[in-house]
């Protein structure tokens, strides 16, 4: 395996400081607050860094760059057989379909909390209600989306593989 970039060691880092929210939250919270509901919403936080990483990185090289145009627009349809291996056991989903539902957390919870009915754009609220097909530890349940820590290595490599794929 090659060496992490400093975007992975960074979020590597960052997942290693939140993945003890649970029981930071059942032990030092207050019990009036859902626990699952706090650490949905760190892990979608966190996701919403990942996602705006990506975007900051195409602003970068153009100033009106967005994450919808120049990353999932750009995202081939199927994963090339050429890639190399991010994710073991590899997914069942291709890069864009992850790609997609990460932006669709990152919208549920920036939009609406969490809540899909909140969500005006069509395209957006379908890869948030579609997000649990290709993540594992995202829920909807009566249009409320939950995510739990089973997230984080899926949404991280995924994110290090649009890193090497897209320019």
Not at 89 to 98: C, F, M, Q, W, Y
């Amino acid at each position: 395996m090659s060496v992490m970039s400093d975007f992975e060691t960074r979020a590597n880092n960052i997942e290693t400081g939140i993945s003890g929210v649970r029981s930071r939250i059942e032990d030092f919270g207050y019990s009036e607050d859902d626990t699952a509901e706090s650490v949905s919403r760190v892990v979608a936080m966190f996701i919403t860094y990942l996602t705006t990483c990506e975007e900051a990185r195409h602003i970068g090289n153009n100033i009106n760059a967005s994450f919808s145009n120049d990353v999932l627009a750009k995202l081939p349809e199927q994963d090339n057989p050429s890639w190399g291996t991010y994710i073991n056991p590899a997914p069942t989903s291709s890069l864009k379909e992850r790609v997609e539902s990460l932006w669709g957390v990152r919208v549920a919870f920036t939009h609406g909390d969490g809540d899909l009915s909140l969500i005006k754009s069509p395209r957006n609220k379908k890869f948030a209600e579609n997000a649990p097909l290709h993540l594992r530890g995202v829920t909807v349940i009566n249009g409320i989306m939950s995510i739990d820590e089973g997230v984080f290595h899926v949404a991280i490599r995924t994110m290090v593989q649009v890193r090497d794929v897209l320019p």
